[in-house]
């Protein structure tokens, strides 16, 4: 979705969201077999795209039910 989104032309955000906050979502990384996280990040950072941990870059993942 992201090579799509970036191959047109005019301006262009690309965001890879790194799912490392086991106590508030699923957390997987490089080493899971399920997700291929590792192709993705990779891509990511050889393509300069925009990589945000949802530990350390967001102070909400869900917000709380009314």
Do not use: C, I
Request: glycine share 6%.
């Amino acid at each position: 979705m992201l090579q799509w989104t970036v191959a047109g032309s005019g301006a262009r955000f690309a965001l890879f969201v790194h799912h490392d906050d086991a106590a508030r979502e699923f957390a997987y990384d490089r080493t899971d077999k399920l997700q291929q996280f590792d192709k993705g990040w990779d891509e990511a950072v050889a393509k300069g795209w925009t990589v945000v941990s949802m530990k350390n870059d967001w102070k909400t993942v869900f917000p709380p039910a009314k």
